[in-house]
């Protein structure tokens, strides 16, 4: 007679190595795009899952006897650490809308957005063509590797069913954000610059000569010099990109490291 006693033993801490991979299919970038189908990333979640599970120390692969009320809390905590991870990774490419967003209300492009699928929201043309910049980049540095490399480390610290007491620190969230607002702010700083300049010409033109009608003209003249200044600034807006996604990436792994 079969007996399933071996496999009914590993059902549990399986469904919890699913939750803490689910947990980072939530917001990492790529693995969280809303445009992939939701049965895709949940069949590819247990197919990593399965991958990984072997891989385990057999001390972590056997809980305790557990109930649907001690398996609730389990599961939750299993899936915020794969979601710290993802969310970590995810702050300076969502930073780089707010700097598509200033970029464009100063163009006068506020009025053109269209759909993000990676948001599942509305943005600016120039906050999406930056997002796909830095989604590039961050394949290109091998950020999914990092982000799975991470969630394995942790398993050293917070073991199957375990408990860290730093699985989200703020304090990192609050510093992985400041600098994310920080790049925004660079990578929109040239065309920023170059309207600021061109309202000052336009107010003096205006001024001096008032039979011109600068204000039929200014709405055009803004889009093209500020389309003009991104062409211009792109390789500095990449280098400003990269070279944040390359210290979030380090924060990643560290955290993988450290937790727990």
């Given at each position: ?204 033109i205006m001024k001096t000569m008032p ?50």
């Open positions: 007679m079969i007996s399933y006693e071996p496999i009914l033993s590993h059902v549990v801490p399986f469904m919890l190595v699913v939750a803490r991979l689910g947990g980072l299919f939530l917001l990492a970038p790529i693995l969280g795009n809303r445009f992939l189908p939701a049965k895709f990333r949940a069949l590819l979640v247990v197919m990593l899952a399965a991958a990984v599970y072997p891989g385990l120390s057999s001390t972590v692969q056997h809980l305790p006897e557990t109930t649907l009320l001690t398996l609730a809390p389990l599961i939750v905590t299993e899936t915020l650490i794969g979601f710290t991870i993802g969310f970590i990774a995810c702050l300076p490419i969502m930073c780089l809308d707010l700097a598509g967003y200033v970029m464009g209300h100063q163009m006068g492009l506020g009025l053109a957005r269209v759909y993000n699928p990676h948001t599942a929201m509305d943005t600016d043309i120039l906050g999406q063509l930056l997002m796909f910049i830095a989604l590039g980049t961050f394949i290109a540095l091998g950020g999914l590797e990092v982000l799975f490399v991470s969630l394995l480390s942790t398993y050293q610290g917070v073991p199957i069913g375990g408990v860290g007491g730093g699985v989200a620190p703020l304090d990192l969230v609050v510093g992985v954000l400041s600098s994310g607002v920080e790049m925004a702010a660079r990578v929109a700083a040239p065309v920023v610059c170059i309207v600021f300049l061109l309202m000052i010409s336009m107010g003096f039979q011109i009608n600068i204000l039929s003209v200014g709405f055009t003249v803004k889009i093209l010099f500020g389309v003009g200044m991104v062409a211009a600034a792109i390789g500095s807006m990449h280098g400003a990109i990269q070279g944040e996604l390359e210290r979030v990436l380090n924060v990643v792994l560290d955290f993988g490291r450290t937790v727990g």
